[in-house]
């Protein structure tokens, strides 16, 4: 029977080369997992006339611009023959990582989870829950917060045509769009990991709540510089990653207080 001081793993110690072996079957999975992924997102079921999942998932990330600019009699556009194409390969791409992401956590766990001890693993296991959790938040709030504001306020600079001046209107290219869109998913995804991130150093020891508190003043200007180089340059979306980013940071602070004083509690009993 496995005690709590004692590793899951059979037989103690394992040797380097069954790791090496278990690590490359484990990024094995993933990389299988991610290429059915990405080759079902470009496969046409229904013939060449139906939608594939890279279609569907183009136009759920165009809505927003859609939205706004059908009212207006809008279009977007592409410049290069293979532009439509290769921007569905990078949709394709992108919709495979994002879906195979809870499977690359599990293959992470079940890699690290046989040489840990069972407090260990019950310790972990949040926030192994937590990443996705806090990755789709981000990309939820860029989605149907953000993007539409940045988007009214990127297009109010449209000018009407008159009888002295020619009418300025926006035509976006579906390959800087999507790449916009992408980015910004991305970047809001992985700032919504800082509690993780804050919480597991603080379990390895690296940092204290009253250290993270003390360096708040630089936690809150690095999250604006951040914002300013991940976002699109106007000052909404920049402000609206920063602040989440600083209240994550403060209650992260918080959780680690939090955990400390349990660790204690549990250490006590």
């Not at 499977?103 to 989870?113: D, E, G, P, S």
């Not at 995804?189 to 993270?212: H, N, Q, R, W």
Request: overall charge negative; aromatic content about 12%.
């Amino acid at each position: 029977m496995t005690t709590q001081d004692e590793p899951t793993t059979q037989g103690g110690t394992m040797p380097l080369l069954e790791h090496l072996t278990e690590l490359r079957n484990r990024l094995g999975v993933c990389v299988l997992v991610f290429v059915i992924l990405f080759i079902g997102c470009l496969v046409r079921p229904f013939g060449a006339e139906s939608q594939n999942i890279a279609d569907i998932v183009y136009l759920f990330l165009q809505k927003p611009l859609a939205d706004i600019l059908r009212e207006q009699g809008g279009r977007m556009i592409f410049t290069a023959l293979h532009e439509a194409f290769f921007t569905q390969i990078k949709v394709a791409f992108f919709t495979s990582l994002f879906i195979s992401f809870p499977v690359i956590l599990l293959q992470v766990w079940r890699f690290v989870a046989p040489g840990l001890y069972k407090n260990e693993k019950a310790a972990f296991m949040p926030f192994l829950v937590a990443t996705p959790v806090l990755f789709f938040m981000g990309g939820a709030m860029v989605y149907y917060l953000v993007i539409p504001l940045a988007w009214d306020f990127f297009l109010s600079f449209q000018i009407s045509g008159g009888d002295q001046a020619l009418s300025i209107e926006v035509e976006p290219r579906i390959s800087e769009y999507l790449s916009l869109v992408m980015r910004l998913i991305f970047a809001f995804g992985l700032s919504f990991e800082l509690p993780v991130v804050i919480l597991l150093m603080a379990k390895a020891g690296l940092v204290t709540a009253d250290g993270l508190a003390d360096k708040r003043k630089y936690a809150v200007l690095s999250s604006f510089v951040m914002a300013a180089i991940l976002t699109p340059p106007d000052v909404i979306s920049q402000v609206m990653l920063a602040v989440p980013i600083i209240v994550l940071y403060e209650l992260s602070i918080i959780a680690t207080r939090i955990m400390v004083k349990q660790d204690r509690y549990d250490d006590d009993d």
